[in-house]
């Protein structure tokens, strides 16, 4: 029997939070952290991936969906960078001109850091991300374009016959909800940028993010079995994310916003 499954080691959108009204939900920026047997793969490195405690068994690699700072910023504390000569590949696309590695060099190096990942103890390798699928072992890994400001990358992962996919820092249009719900067709769990509601919305066209609404609109499109909604606006506190969940778990019974330590077993 294989093991594949999600932990959710931060939800929160745009800007880390903290404080006793985001405890549940947690405060830490975008990252996912996906056992597949023996892979360890970390769906973005926000500051979430400061509390990773990676197995010394498993193959480690990150997958980027773009370079927004709420996406990369714990990577610098990322425990397995100080672990000599582990191997860890991290992949994102190239965008703006700039190879993952030039990117990421761009902002994690002197002044603004001390030292560049490279230089850091572990084996670290860089990959831009290819077009076609590819496999990280036995997983699967496929991607598509989001519409985003400077572009972000959709994933979805198959392993033993499972799939999830992770649409973050999404923003819906007819068209792009269209093609979000085909790549995610019978998918048994989608990850979708929730961050606003409707009426904020209104204020933030443009902006890159999506709706509660919306999601539900393309979960039901592609069948996915499970919708779990992520990004959480750094102005949402728990209360106000309970009453999220509660008004539209009544709508559909598979949704859940995204709770700090949750888990999920594919
Ligand atoms: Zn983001
Ligand atoms: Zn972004």
Redesign the pocket.
Same mark, same amino acid.
């Given at each position: 029997m294989s093991n594949f499954s999600l932990t959710v080691l931060g939800a929160r959108? +745009?800007m880390p939070i903290d404080g006793k009204n985001f405890v549940r939900y947690g405060g830490s920026? +975008?990252c996912y952290k996906i056992l597949a047997d023996d892979e360890e793969i970390y769906l973005d490195a926000?500051s979430g991936i400061v509390s990773a405690n990676p197995s010394p068994k498993t193959r480690i690699t990150i997958l980027l969906s773009h370079m927004?700072l @709420?996406?990369i910023i714990g990577l610098p504390f990322f425990v397995a960078l100080g672990q000599k000569n582990r191997p860890i590949d991290i992949y994102a696309k190239e965008r703006s001109g700039l190879s993952s590695q030039d990117a990421l060099d761009r902002l994690i190096s002197p002044p603004f850091w001390p030292l560049k990942i490279g230089a850091y103890p572990a084996n670290v390798n860089f990959h831009d991300l290819p077009q076609e699928i590819f496999k990280i072992g036995e997983v699967s890994i496929e991607t598509m374009d989001g519409k985003h400001p400077q572009g972000s990358t959709i994933f979805r992962l198959t392993f033993g016959g499972k799939s999830l996919v992770y649409a973050? @820092?999404f923003e819906h249009t007819s068209k792009s909800c269209e093609k979000l719900a085909n790549f995610a067709r019978d998918c048994d769990l989608l990850l979708y940028d929730a961050q606003y509601t409707e009426d904020e919305y209104k204020k933030f066209r443009g902006y890159g993010?999506s709706t509660p609404d919306e999601g539900l609109k393309v979960a039901e499109l592609a069948d996915a079995k499970k919708i779990l909604f992520i990004?959480h606006s750094p102005c949402r506190n728990d209360d106000e994310l309970d009453d999220l969940e509660r008004k539209f778990s009544a709508r559909n019974k598979n949704v859940t916003f995204a709770k700090i330590g949750d888990e999920i077993f594919l």
């Open positions: 959108g +745009s920026t +975008s926000g927004h @709420d996406h973050t @820092d993010h990004h």
